[in-house]
């Protein structure tokens, strides 16, 4: 904001690359534990990540199995300019793993799609990994619930999300 009272700034080229967050501190992303294991946990579960939200967020599957999924997530590229973690990136973390978990409950010839999702931000993160955790509260035959706790590398509770998903019969 300008020093005038409710007169947004322009935004360029030389103020916007001071609000992007697509590199940490040090401006390179972290590097992954293994950098072929997200890729290849979401190929063997039939899911291409290529060029989509999740691919940029840096999300990596951990642990998946129908009524748990684990993963992790860079808060470095996903903060808002604050620096701190952005709630929608936790919102998109806390989707993504209820989304692969429901579409392993749905199983072939059916696809599980995000009908509501709701969180709750209880502090943030600054740097450092945020690890979700999705548990199945509901696995019905045409819906799915699940409760997404994401924390810290401490453990302490970033976000509490719920999600959702309508399990829909493919033609």
């Known amino acids: 904001m300008s020093s005038r009272r409710g007169r947004a700034e322009v935004v360029t080229g030389a103020n916007l690359s001071s609000m992007t967050d697509t590199h940490g501190a040090d401006?390179?992303?972290?590097?992954?534990?293994?950098?072929?294991?997200?890729?290849?946990?979401?190929?063997?579960?039939?899911?291409?990540?290529?060029?989509?939200?999740?691919?940029?967020?840096?999300?990596e599957l951990e642990d998946v199995a129908?009524?748990?999924?684990?993963?992790?997530?860079?808060?470095?590229?996903?903060?808002?300019?604050?620096?701190?973690?952005?709630?929608?990136a936790s919102v998109a973390l806390a989707e993504t793993l209820g989304s692969v978990a429901a579409q392993l409950h749905a199983g072939p010839g059916r696809a599980a799609v995000g009908i509501e999702v709701n969180a709750t931000h209880h502090r943030s993160a600054r740097d450092g990994w945020?690890?979700?955790?999705?548990v199945a509260v509901h696995r019905g035959r045409t819906t799915a619930s699940y409760e997404i706790v994401v924390s810290d590398d401490a453990g302490r509770r970033v976000c509490t999300a719920r999600l959702t998903c309508m399990i829909l019969d493919l033609p």
């Open 27 to 59: 401006g390179a992303r972290p590097a992954p534990a293994a950098p072929d294991a997200p890729r290849h946990a979401y190929e063997a579960l039939g899911l291409r990540t290529e060029g989509t939200l999740i691919e940029r967020l840096g999300i």
């Open 66 to 88: 129908i009524d748990r999924v684990t993963a992790r997530m860079p808060v470095a590229g996903n903060t808002q300019p604050a620096g701190l973690l952005h709630g929608g």
């Open 130 to 134: 945020v690890h979700g955790e999705a």
